[in-house]
């Protein structure tokens, strides 16, 4: 693979673009901030123009004025965020992005628009197969993987949707409601991990508003957090169409919208300058961004695209190295579920049975944006029939006019097509019909199944169950396919499940009833292969679930509140997303968050931490974490089975008896390790000293308390293997008290709290008037009845808790008189 200059951020190409806008007319900066057509952003003097396409797990190359995938130049379809979160392999993720940024510059394609990292709050989201996961650290990782891999390659990326795109109902209008804990440490953590490790060169706003401000107009979020907390060097960009009030975007720090906005909207800017409802430094500051991207492509393009030369022909554009790539991380994508009795793997000359459209129809993307034309497309029947010697199959059922665009690439699946017109006898007549097409298809699928030594059965969901721009409303599989599945199950039970989905389904009415089953999701072009190769045991399962499976959909944090009511929705929830719910509520569910089969075992051994060097890596605004060392957790995982394989080693992060409610477990590190059997190696993994901080609230900055932290190693966050405690130092950071602190805070201050906890102590209180005064604000004790504390006193003392003043005898002396005066009233 060619490797290409590295995308330049801001900070290394200001000069030039600074000087670049200063020679420019205001009405020239004004055209800069809009796209001039709906893939590309606007030239002027000195700027040439930039090429957006979408992604991210492929390059969706259009002609600048088509909006839609008819017409894509076709290329690799890569599996999409949803399996390659399941991969939970940074380093094969990393290879991915850099083969995506090679076929954009073959392209001509300069930004990405990738990688979206939103977390998956509810399984109903119509866009989680464009997701990574439901916990804020994997999805940042695997993000920061791919920015690196395709920044890494000479292409820009954009990270989105920034923030909070949870939903796809009301998407453009809806309010994500959000308490400040909350966003920090779960819908902006990824983001945040991603920009502070990858610096993307642009970020998407996202369409969504977050506490009744559209996030593309909120300065808090668009600048003060990403810009002033995380140090973000590159350019924000618009979703495309999100653009609510542009003055005000701009002024937030919304640099580009897109798509094309016309010259009103060039008039618009200029007028608010000339008013001076704007600021013209706001305008210089986005222009001269947009010149930093455009220079930054410029000089990493390669040579000119050989566009016209292919055309759209799939078979011009196949490059076979990207597809065996594809089929790698697919192949590292697919998660076994349940493997009763060795089930799996397959011996090539058992007499297999597949059943399901899904098997010769393969679903391998989302429906969308995100949709790419690929250059070749496996299924896994033919992948299947070249692994095996006897093989029968049956379609069973109709996949519901949900052939993918496949771009010249053939298929052999069923359509429905369009509704059906007419009278109601006809319609009743057809329907009629269409039932007797379905049993014949059914009966056959049984018949087939019969005498097979193994059934593979396909299902799935049809794309018109998740797409963008609507969400699910529940997470059933189709009842034609469970229905059928009870029946071969009746004939036949030797029954492996093989799902295709893109977000997690409802398995609960089945699992305990079959013994296998392999959840493919949506896998790209090659998930066939891949597929094969799992079932066959050529590669060994390692994919493990970035998503919890609920027995329910009722069982699911935000069941209650999604998709909200009057254009608002309440993340009641609050931090408990994903795992964290169902652990905090001691619930139930079908597969646990970090759940994986192998086909061989592993056995860990000998856990130690330690906590490593410090760092020092405070925020320019002090809102970061800044003592204390990383931790470094050593564990031996040996591989007691009988076959090679992979372990996917998963550290969680605990701090019982924590002084703010917490998740029972977190994700705070993972590594991948390959075994041969026998083998035993011990791995190392760094949790880093910022992912133990939670957010303070009061204190509006993150903090990692002092205390004994519980660090959890295993299989999945319900298959921990080993357990160990270490103790971490406080910050150094005190938070300053004032009026409105309690007495119980004031005890806990490192310079006031010994005395303070002494005089009160001392005043021989009981447990209960303990309870009542701890909780007393220090501001009221000069309202005290009879207390004879004044107001100065309690200043006093809290100069002296501030570091400017010294501790006054006078003031301990009123409190202790306050203490006494509280145990004689009670
Ligand atoms: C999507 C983005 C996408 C953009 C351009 C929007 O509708 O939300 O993810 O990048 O369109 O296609």
Known sequence: MRKKPQVRTAAATAAAPAAIVRKLTLEQKARLLSGASFWTTAEAPGVPSVFLADGPHGVRRLAPDVGDIEGAVPATCFPPAVALGSTFDVDLVRRVGEAVADEAQRRGVDVVLGPGINIKRSPLCGRNFEYVAEDPLLAGEIGAALVTGIQGNGVATSLKHFAANNQETERMRVSADIDERTLREI????????????????????????????????????????????????????????????????????????????????????????????????????????????????????????????????????????????????????????????????????????????????????????????TRLDDALAAIKDSASDVVFAPGYELDGTRAVTGGVTGSGGETGAPRRGPVGKLWKRSEAAARAAEVLAAEAVATARDAGVVLFFAGLPQSAEAEGRDRTDIELPAAQL???????????????????????????????????????????????????????????????????????????????????????????????????????????????????????????????????????????????????????????????????????????????????????????????????????????????????????RADRWRVEGGTYRVEVGASSRDLRATAEVEVPADGFVAPLDADSSLGEAMAHPVIGPTVTGMLKGAGLSADVMVMTRAMPLGRLAYQPGSGVTHQQVQQLLDVANGTGSLANRATGRLLTLAGRLRKHR
């Not at 016209?308 to 790698?328: F, I, M, Q």
């Not at 493997?339 to 799996?344: I, S, T």
């Open 187 to 374: 819908y902006l953590r990824g983001f945040q991990r991603v920009v502070t490790r990858a610096q993307p060169a642009t970020l998407m706003s996202s369409y969504n508003r977050i506490n009744g401000t559209h996030t593309g107009e909120d300065r808090r979020i668009t600048t003060d957090i990403l810009r002033g907390e995380w140090g973000f060097e590159g350019l924000v960009l618009s979703d495309w169409g999100a653009v609510h009030d542009r003055i005000a975007g701009i002024r937030a720090g919304l640099d580009l919208e897109m798509p094309a906005a016309g010259e009103g909207r060039v008039k618009e800017i200029v007028a608010a300058v000339r008013s001076g409802a704007l600021d013209l430094a706001d305008v210089d500051r986005s222009a001269t961004r947009v010149v930093t991207l455009a220079l930054a492509a410029q000089a990493a393009r390669g040579e000119a695209p050989p566009l016209a030369e292919r055309g759209h022909d799939p078979e011009a554009w196949h490059d076979t190295a990207h597809h065996d790539l594809a089929r790698e991380a697919a192949s590292r994508a697919v998660v076994l579920l349940k493997n009763d009795d060795g089930l799996l793997p397959l011996a090539p000359q058992t007499r297999l049975a597949v059943i399901g459209e899904l098997a010769r129809t393969p679903r391998y993307q989302g429906a969308g944006s995100s949709q790419i034309v690929p």
């Open 483 to 697: 229905d059928l599945l009870d029946r071969v199950l009746e004939a036949n039970p030797r029954v492996v499940v093989v799902l295709s989905n893109g977000s997690v389904v409802r398995l609960s009415g089945f699992a305990d009833r079959v013994p296998a089953i392999v959840e493919g999701w949506l896998l790209g072009q090659a998930g066939g292969g891949a597929l094969a190769d799992v079932l066959f045991g050529r590669v060994n399962p390692s994919g493990r679930l970035a998503e919890t499976v609920p027995l329910r959909i009722e069982d699911t944090p935000a069941w209650p509140s999604f998709p909200g009511t009057g254009l608002h929705v309440t993340y009641g929830e609050g931090i408990y997303v994903g795992y964290r719910w169902y652990d905090a509520r001691d619930l139930g569910v079908q597969f646990p968050f970090g759940h994986g089969l192998s086909y061989t075992t592993f056995a860990y051994s000998g856990l130690g931490v330690s906590t490593g060097s410090t760092r020092g890596k405070g925020s320019a605004d002090g809102k970061g974490v800044t003592d204390g060392g990383d931790l470094v957790v050593r564990v031996t995982v040996t591989n007691t089975g009988g076959v090679e394989g992979r372990e996917v080693v998963q550290c969680y992060v605990s701090l019982p008896g924590s002084a703010v409610p917490r998740a029972p477990r977190a994700l705070a590190a993972f590594a991948v390790v390959d075994l041969t059997p026998g083998e035993s190696r011990e791995v190392e993994l760094t949790v880093a000293r910022d992912d133990l901080a939670y957010w303070d609230v």
